[in-house]
């Protein structure tokens, strides 16, 4: 997803930004957001957000990850616990977004997990 285009004065104004990576089912397949990431722009920390309220099979693991241009790979930014039940949990990311950030949904065992993945961009 690209970011937002905004001049200095409106983000100041705004200084902040809501974005759903994710929501919906997952069962089986790893959803990976790295083709249609987030540019994270003139953002210098983010809350993420993980919330599953329907849980069915082994375990599911929640991760972002962040795209470092000058060796065009993607690193682990922000790795929530490995969950294995209904539940939600918040990370905080101070710095160091890197510019373009994705989340990457790892599922293990069949059944469905409802979820959704979100986060909050600041510019301070």
């Not at 249609?36 to 003139?42: I, L, R, S, Y």
């Not at 469905?112 to 600041?122: I, R, Y």
């Amino acid at each position: 997803m690209s970011g937002i285009n905004m001049s200095l004065n409106e983000l100041l104004k705004f200084r902040n930004y809501s974005h759903k990576f994710y929501e919906g089912t997952v069962t089986t397949v790893v959803v990976d957001t790295k083709d249609d990431p987030f540019d994270v722009g003139p953002f210098k920390e983010a809350t993420f957000f993980l919330s599953c309220t329907a849980f069915a099979g082994t375990t599911l693991n929640v991760k972002f990850v962040q795209y470092d241009p000058a060796t065009g790979v993607w690193f682990d930014l922000v790795s929530f616990t490995e969950l294995s039940d209904v539940g939600s949990e918040v990370k905080v990311q101070a710095a160091n977004l890197g510019e373009k950030v994705a989340v990457v949904i790892t599922p293990v065992g069949a059944g469905d997990k409802v979820l959704k993945v979100g986060s909050n961009f600041k510019i301070m």
